[in-house]
């Protein structure tokens, strides 16, 4: 076996999936110097992720592809809830612009996506990127010692920092002797992606069958593609629900006949729900689906990994210059209760809309109805699962008692002197105070250690309504956010 004498490299990503991917990217931006290793020479592709939030495409724009994003995805209008025959019983619309400055709602294939990581990665001068390149164990101390096999045979190399963004199996959970927590949902779905070029009539966004005989998703992605994904029957196969005559019979509500349509993949997968019991040892980090993974019903597995690589990235960038260690400790801390509130609400929906016995079905039209009369049910379902992270050294909810810490700041296109400009544009890379009046001196004293950006609202930055709004629902005069763009701290009006 070659064993690497070199200098150690700074982070090791394990996986070029999304999420290690944008880690690396996000990294590179802040100029850490990463090696990405996969053991596939191509990005894997089967149908996989088609949703992403509003703040997930914010994440992408970090890296630099907000325009690539929006050339290969179309914003979606919403959900609706529809009865077996196709008719909608409920609707929660999400179209517009949302907090983050881009559409609330998107839809995508996944394969687009992670082809245009890919390039993003190649051409990046701080990123390495070998694929045909396996992790297949882990050497614990410090440097990590990672025992790598490719097409030249087995080597032996050395990281400050392993990143294991391997997907569902990680091998790098398993090297860590991290196991996963079952939240307790397993279910076999058939998905489809195909084309159509004479078009499938839809309202723009996702449609979710609700009946428990065939519980079912319809989506309709960029251009003339479309996904539908249909809970199997026990001793079904994808491939032959794939085959002519048994998708004919999925699909006929839609009224297309199985003539128009081009399959372009078709899989079975088990949905399940699980989240690592540990998501760090040492110098050793999980992300993305290696430390937790959940139905795709609210569309936000991929989602999860961008935000966990978000929280992260700036964090090791600080602490490989420095930063006490507990800072990494933060990362689980914030990441864990957030990812386990959006597993268990993917399963609640999951079977609230698809699941149970028939006489479900029939009480579920009249209580989706109702539920949606509900004060602010309606506004939650459009909102989906918002980022909040609990108080701890990075989120300061002791000096003042506001809602904002731990939150994520809004991204408006505010005025500046060069032309409307995205918030983040101005914010940078690293901290910044945002004031509307005078920060307390305790917050001040605190950005000017940290070397915060100042945006002061009306005078750096105008056209600014709503972040006024946003500070003045927070009772904030001022409000220090972290780069990754969550609010650290508040000062009161
Ligand atoms: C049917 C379906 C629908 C979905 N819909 C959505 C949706 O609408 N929205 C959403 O947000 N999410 C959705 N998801 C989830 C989403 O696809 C995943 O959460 C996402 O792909 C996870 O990204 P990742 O980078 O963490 O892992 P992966 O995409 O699995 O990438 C892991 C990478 O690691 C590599 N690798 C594995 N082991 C090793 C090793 N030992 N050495 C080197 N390389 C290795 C693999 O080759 C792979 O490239 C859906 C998933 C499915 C199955």
């Known amino acids: 076996m070659a064993v ?51 703040e997930a495409v914010r994440i992408l724009a970090q890296v630099g592809l907000a325009a690539v994003f929006a050339g290969l995805s179309r914003p979606a209008t919403g959900l609706r809830l529809l009865d077996a025959r196709l008719r909608p019983f409920a609707e929660f619309r999400r179209d517009g612009p949302g907090v983050h400055g881009y559409p609330q709602s998107n839809l995508f294939d996944q394969p687009d996506l992670d082809a245009a ?14 694929t045909d390149c396996e992790l297949v164990g882990i050497e614990e101390g410090r440097p990590v010692g990672a025992v790598l096999h ?42 489809v992606d195909v084309r159509c070029r004479s078009g499938i009539p839809t309202w723009g966004g996702v449609d979710q069958v609700c009946d428990p005989r065939r519980a079912a998703t319809f989506l309709p992605l960029p251009g003339d593609r479309y996904r539908w994904e249909f809970r199997m029957h026990p001793g079904e196969s994808a491939d032959a629900l794939a085959r002519p005559d048994q998708l004919s019979r999925l699909t006929a509500a839609w009224g297309v006949p199985v003539t128009e349509l081009e399959v372009v993949r078709a899989a079975a997968y088990t949905f399940r729900a699980r989240i690592a ?19 795709p ?16 990235a700036w964090k090791l960038a600080a602490t490989l210059r420095g930063a006490g260690p507990g800072f990494l400790d933060t990362y689980e801390r914030e990441r864990a209760p957030h990812v386990e509130a959006v597993i268990r609400g993917a399963v609640r929906v999951g079977r609230a809309l698809t699941g149970g016995p028939h006489a479900t079905a029939a009480l579920r039209r009249p209580l989706a109805g109702l539920l949606l009369r509900v004060p602010g049910v ?21 000096r003042h008692r506001a809602d904002l810490p731990g939150t994520p700041c809004p991204q408006p296109t505010v005025l500046v002197e060069r032309g409307p400009t995205p918030l983040d544009d101005v914010l940078g890379d690293g901290y910044a105070l945002v004031t509307d009046g005078e920060p307390d001196a305790a917050l001040a004293a605190r950005a000017r250690e940290l070397g915060a950006r100042t945006v002061r609202l009306g005078i750096d930055v105008t056209d600014d309504g709503v972040l006024r709004e946003w500070l003045a629902a927070g009772r904030a005069a001022a409000a220090l956010v972290r780069p990754d763009r969550i609010v650290q701290a508040s000062s009161p009006r």
Not at 168 to 187: I, K
Not at 301 to 311: E, T
């Open 378 to 398: 309606r506004g939650r379902a459009q909102r989906g699962i918002a980022t909040r992270y609990p108080a701890g050294p990075l989120v300061d909810r002791r």
């Open 117 to 130: 990581l890919r390039t993003a990665l190649h051409r990046h001068p701080l990123v390495t990127l070998r």
């Open 150 to 191: 490719g097409l030249q045979g087995t080597e032996r190399v050395r990281a400050a920092v392993v990143l294991g963004c391997d997907g569902a199996r990680s091998t790098v959970r398993a090297a860590v002797g991290a196991g996963l927590r079952d939240l307790r949902f397993d279910e076999r779905w058939f998905v």
């Open 4 to 54: 690497d004498e070199e200098a150690p490299v700074p982070v090791l990503v394990v996986g070029a999936g999304p999420t290690g991917s944008v880690a690396a990217l996000l990294l590179a931006r802040l100029g850490v110097a990463s090696t990405v290793v996969d053991r596939e020479p191509r990005p894997y592709p089967g149908p996989r992720a088609v949703h992403l939030d509003d």
């Open 297 to 312: 019903f609210i569309g936000q597995g991929l989602g999860a990994g961008l935000r966990d690589a978000h929280n992260l």
């Open 277 to 295: 019991d540990r998501w760090r040892s040492g110098p050793v980090l999980l992300l993305g689906d290696a430390a937790h993974l959940m139905p």
